[in-house]
């Protein structure tokens, strides 16, 4: 993609900062939540954990590069490892994976405040509640409920309420994936079991097995499967002695 050439109306079509940020924003976020150990498709063509690869797009420019340079090479990787690229569609991009679908449910049930402080590679930003919900109110018609999920599921104190009232759930932990750190680590009971593995990202275990997986993510499938079918055998057990 570098060294090509857009053409002017497309030059034109750019009618805010703003876009451009997001576009890079999305790149690098989603590259984190998808650095799988083999090649994928899954968001985008990529490598073999594509967020190394990042870096060392980054590390090769020469001294004296530019930043924008160094981040817009980088993002190149996500928007086009294929090489199939002549321009990007920065501002009117389809939604192929339907991530709009996620919009939609963080504002009628997944309220998720989230901000950048200081300290991140993104620019900082508060959470503006307010905002959030107008923008919910003109996309959607939908006005959040911030507390439903924390009611639904217990928010905080999720161990205690899933142990009272839950049972046969598998919490998938890969903790390259950065939605890990919002999710369940530890066991809550012997039904209720946490499965963490240190390079696995966003669901790798869901995706079809190839030969090049790797012995851990072999190993974690294997668990998986064993566990259900352990669940499965009780239920029947337990349907023949009703």
Known sequence: MEGEKCSEANNRDLHSVYSARDWLWSAFVYTAMVNYPTE???????????????????????????TLSKVFGAANLYYNYSRTEKCFNIEHGT???????WDWQACSEMVMP???????????????YK???????????????????????????????????????????GMQDPWSRGSVL?????????????????????????????????????????IIQDWIEQYNTDLKQA
């Open 131 to 173: 905002g959030f919900e107008d923008q919910c109110m003109k996309s959607y018609g939908v006005k959040p409920r911030p507390h439903w999920i924390t009611t639904e599921y217990g928010g905080s104190r999720i161990e205690q309420v899933l142990k009272r009232s839950g049972g046969n759930i598998i919490f998938s932990n």
């Open 40 to 66: 994928a498709n899954f968001m985008m063509p990529l490598p073999a954990y594509p967020v190394q690869e990042m870096c060392k797009i980054i590390d090769g420019y020469p001294p004296g590069a530019t």
């Open 186 to 226: 530890k066991n809550i009971s012997s039904s209720i079991i946490a499965l963490v593995t240190e390079k696995g990202a966003h669901h790798v275990d869901f995706r079809s097995a190839t030969k090049d997986d790797l012995d851990w993510l072999v190993e974690q499938r294997r668990q998986e499967v064993e």
């Open 114 to 128: 989230m901000t950048c402080s200081n300290e991140s590679m993104f620019p900082p930003s508060a959470y503006d």
């Open 95 to 101: 939604d192929a994976h339907g991530l709009h679908g």
